[in-house]
């Protein structure tokens, strides 16, 4: 079993920039995965960012270059940097790690202002 934890969301204008961190515990070597998928109010849960160990990462067409994921093995730490942000990036944002099974975070709020 691997457990999430995430930070670093928060309000922020338009334009502005946040760091979301994600840090995993537990079974950790079984972690194939990890990213961040997001859901904003009235939504279904949509993929925002994945890195597979070893490969190379993707992201959501909306996101495409306003966002950075990133993989600290050593912390066995994802991170999310997110510039540019636009009041529709409001969602609440869900650390991911696929193992056997898909593990979740217990998220975090992102709010951008216009």
């Known amino acids: 079993q691997v457990q999430l934890v995430e930070s670093g969301g928060g309000l922020v204008q338009a334009g502005g920039s946040l760091r979301l961190s994600c840090a995993a515990s537990?079974?950790?070597?079984?972690?194939?995965?990890m990213g961040w998928y997001r859901q904003a109010p009235g939504k279904g849960r949509e993929m925002v960012a994945l890195?597979?160990?070893?490969?190379?990462?993707s992201y959501a067409d909306s996101v495409k270059g306003r966002f950075t994921i990133s993989r600290d093995s050593a912390k066995n730490t994802v991170y999310l940097q997110m510039n540019s942000l636009k009041p529709e990036d409001t969602a609440v944002y869900y650390c991911?790690?696929?193992?056997?099974?898909?593990?979740w975070g217990q998220g975090t709020q992102v709010t951008v202002s216009s």
């Open positions: 991911y790690a696929a193992t056997l099974r898909p593990n």
């Open positions: 537990g079974s950790i070597h079984s972690i194939n995965v």
């Open positions: 890195t597979p160990s070893g490969g190379n990462p």
